[in-house]
Structures are given as C-alpha cells and as structure tokens.
C-alpha cells in the first residue's frame, strides 16, 4: 500500500449579484466568487489537493477557463472528474482536510452543511472530511472583503504503489 500527500490552494474576488458556492453550497451572502466556473474556490482548492497527490497536473491543465465548456460550470463537475481520474488510475480518497479564508460571510453556521456536501462529493463519509473557516482578521485584500480563499490537503492511497502518473 502506498499513500500519497497533496495540496491545493485557490482565492477567487467577491463581486456583487453573484451566488456564493462554496463546496457545492449556496452560501447567503450579497457577493459571489467570479470564475469561469461558478469559483468555488473551496472545491477547486480540494481538486488541486487530489490532482497533486496523484500527481496528475492541476485544476488549470484538466479544466482551463480558455475552455468555453466550463464557462458557468458547477465545480461539482469538477470534482467528479477529478475522483473519476484518481479511480482510473488506481488510487483511493483517504481523506481531505481544508480551510476556508473569508472576512465575510461568517462561515461557522455553514460548516456543517459544507463538510456534509464535500463528503458526499468525494464519496466519503463525514469522517474523513474536515472543513474550517477562518477570517484574515482585516488583513490583506480577503481582510477587506475583496475575495475569499481555501486550502486543502488530500490523502490518497494505492495497492499498487506510487508510479500511477
């Protein structure tokens, strides 16, 4: 058996009249992350996450905004891709471990809801899953409510060893 760490990082600007989805969630708020994709920063963090340990490239190479495919695109889409390519090459979600950066909304009231549907995505249970909102206490450009970001840390194993890129 073979484990395999990786991380993965993404921030996406607030802007308003836009739908915040964060893990697949909709997130209360007057401002939405902007992407070429719905830029849900925590379900993009996690991918890049999952891609690094499999070291299978990142968000950018499997699903470029140049792509008019992804223009709009639910980043559940993503992660279901994503766990399709691990699988094809022989590796298995251990668990993920994320954070989320945010001013504002205040996420706590949401954690619940957003490990639950991160779980579910990644076909795990609720155990292997950790989801943790954090603010920059005004610091920085997230400080000022300008964006917000995630991080994410994946473990992933294989019975076949580590040569499955």
Do not use: Y
Not at 50 to 75: I, K, Q, T, V, Y
Not at 87 to 116: K, M, Y
Not at 123 to 133: D, F, H, N, P, T
């Amino acid at each position: 058996m073979s484990f395999r760490i990786g991380t993965g990082f993404d921030v996406h600007r607030l802007a308003a009249g836009r739908p915040l989805m964060l893990g697949g969630v909709q997130i209360p708020h007057e401002a939405g992350l902007v992407g070429h994709s719905d830029g849900d920063c925590l379900l993009h963090a996690v991918c890049d996450a999952l891609l690094g340990a499999a070291a299978a490239g990142d968000m950018g190479e499997h699903f470029p905004s140049s792509d008019p495919r992804w223009r709009g695109a639910a980043s559940l889409i993503f992660v279901a891709e994503v766990r399709r390519l691990l699988a094809d090459r022989g590796f298995v979600i251990e668990n993920v471990d994320a954070t989320v950066v945010a001013q504002a909304p205040r996420l706590a009231p949401h954690l619940a809801a957003l490990r639950t549907s991160l779980a579910s995505a990644l076909g795990l249970v609720a155990g292997q899953v950790s989801v943790k909102a954090k603010s920059s206490d005004g610091l920085g450009a997230i400080g000022r409510g300008e964006g917000i970001a995630a991080q994410a840390v994946a473990l992933v194993s294989s019975p076949r060893g580590t040569n499955q890129a």
